[in-house]
């Protein structure tokens, strides 16, 4: 490729190189546009292009060239989602304490809770809270603090002291890319803290997301895929 001349054509040729969801080390991306990596650091520094740099890869904000939101993320692959989330509830026993992730598959979980069971959930999604609220003998702890829209969740240093004083029996998380040697992944890394939290004091731990996330790279890593008891949604071998 000839050396694009100035920060603008640079930017716009790496969104072209992360098309359709490809994900580049700096080191082939510097090589691709015969420049050097500070360069191309530099130029994604202030994080407004739609290109990001995180952890030494370049790739889009997302796949669709935006950020990701909730709103968006609620109405896309519902079957699966629904799928994997049915399987997911039918891990929850009475008496449990259960953490239910942020995001939009994890909503399909809350709505399948066994009801009048004793189990109380933690969590710091708005959209689980409120489903959560109308089921019969579920009890309900919110993580709160400040709001996030984007992905309708809550965090707090107040969040994380809450957690340090509850036993979760079962963690349930979700991801929005899961990469093989990156790790699970999410879009914001206010997600982090208390996802590593609640992963820490959950005696099981359970990943719970579909198929399509496998080879996705988001821009936060918060965990290993073997620090789950089990992928739920894994695809199948070959």
């Known amino acids: ?40 650091r530099r130029d994604l520094g202030d994080g407004e292009n739609g290109i990001l740099c995180l952890g030494g890869y370049i790739m889009s904000a997302n796949e669709n060239g935006e950020r990701y939101s909730l709103s968006h993320a609620q109405g896309t692959n519902t079957q699966a989602k629904t799928q994997v989330a049915r399987r997911a509830a039918a891990l929850v026993e009475p008496e449990d304490t259960i953490f239910v992730d942020c995001g939009s598959t994890l909503q399909y979980l809350a709505a399948n809770l066994p009801q009048n069971a004793n189990v109380t959930v933690v969590t710091q999604a708005m959209n689980i809270a409120e489903i959560i609220s109308r089921l019969e003998g579920v009890n309900l702890i919110l993580l709160a603090g ?24 079962k963690g349930f998380f979700s991801a929005a890319g899961i990469h093989e040697s990156e790790g ?55």
């Open 1 to 40: 490729m000839a050396r694009p001349s100035g920060r603008a054509a640079r930017i716009e040729a790496l969104k072209k190189l992360c098309a359709s969801g490809t994900i580049l080390h700096i080191a082939e991306a510097a090589q691709a546009l015969n420049t050097s990596e500070i360069t191309i």
């Open 146 to 169: 400040i709001y996030h829209p984007e992905s309708g969740s809550f965090s707090s240093d107040t969040a994380l002291r809450m957690l340090q004083e509850i036993n979760i029996t």
């Open 184 to 238: 699970v992944t999410c879009f914001h890394f206010h997600e982090v803290a208390v996802k590593r939290a609640a992963m820490a004091r959950s005696q099981r731990r359970f990943l719970v997301s579909d198929a399509s996330k496998w080879g996705r790279l988001r821009p936060a890593t918060f965990a290993q895929l073997d620090e789950f008891e089990t992928w739920i949604g894994q695809p199948e071998a070959g």
